[in-house]
């Protein structure tokens, strides 16, 4: 089944500086990355996602880049603002019991953005 | 349209009870998930169907069971409630997989 490792676990940047998030994933078959933002108390809402025949994919303030070969892929958001704290999860296609629908969710990142 | 539409949204059980979590969407989609999210957890999928009449388990199926005979719902149940069961209980949806899902706002469930 998949596995998904993301860190770091809690990160801090000053307002108007760039946050980068970074996760792993053990299925080579694995090929649908979404980006999930989840607000306390709140539903986890889609912010972006990535298929495994595209290297890079922007939507105005936020990327996503994969890399295939090394199984990771990464978030980055450029000129933090304060609504973009939350909690940020990536997951990978597959699941850890082993079937290939569902989806498999890193631990999620704590992104603190620093007035 | 609503969406992914969770009842209850707060629930406290005592030890061995047993209660269906309710999960609706109007979106027409094909797939549904339930997760379950503890506390500063990521999200692990439970079960899942893929259309009416069929269901498979995910990561964490043990102690739960679901059904599915409309394309609209698709409820969870708990038979024994135990302590282990305690956490934030997410249903989603998807057209397809490999699809964004769309998940409702949860089912906060305590077992005392």
């Known amino acids: 089944g998949e596995n998904v490792e993301q860190h770091p676990s809690t990160l801090s940047v000053q307002e108007g500086d760039s946050a980068v998030i970074k996760c792993t994933y053990s299925?080579?078959?694995?090929?649908?990355f979404p980006w999930y933002k989840q607000e306390l108390g709140k539903r986890p809402q889609l912010i972006i996602d990535?298929?495994?025949?595209?290297g890079e994919k922007k939507d105005q303030r936020i990327a996503v880049t994969l890399n295939k070969t090394a199984k990771h892929f990464s978030l980055h958001i450029t000129e933090t603002q304060p609504e973009d704290s939350a909690v940020y999860f990536c997951?990978?296609?597959?699941?850890?019991?082993?079937?290939?629908?569902?989806?498999?969710f890193g631990k999620g990142t704590h992104l603190i953005i620093q007035p | 349209n609503a969406g992914v539409t969770q009842t209850p949204k707060f629930r406290i059980l005592k030890i061995g009870q047993s209660m269906t979590l309710q999960c609706a969407q109007d979106?027409?989609?094909?797939?549904m998930y339930w997760y379950r999210q503890d506390p500063g957890m990521g999200l692990k999928l439970i079960y899942y169907?893929?259309?009416?009449?069929?269901?498979d388990k995910g990561e964490v199926p043990n102690g739960y069971n679901v059904s599915r005979s409309t394309t609209e719902d698709f409820p969870l149940r708990l038979e024994l409630a135990a302590p282990s069961q305690t956490s934030v209980y997410f249903c989603?949806?998807?057209?397809?997989?490999?699809?964004?899902?769309?998940f409702g706002d949860g089912t906060r469930l305590s077992i005392l």
């Open positions: 989603a949806s998807s057209y397809m997989s490999n699809q964004p899902q769309h």
């Open positions: 299925d080579s078959a694995s090929n649908y």
């Open positions: 990535i298929r495994s025949n595209v």
């Open positions: 997951a990978a296609s597959g699941s850890s019991g082993g079937g290939a629908d569902g989806l498999t």
């Open positions: 979106m027409n989609h094909n797939y």
């Open positions: 169907s893929v259309g009416a009449g069929i269901t």
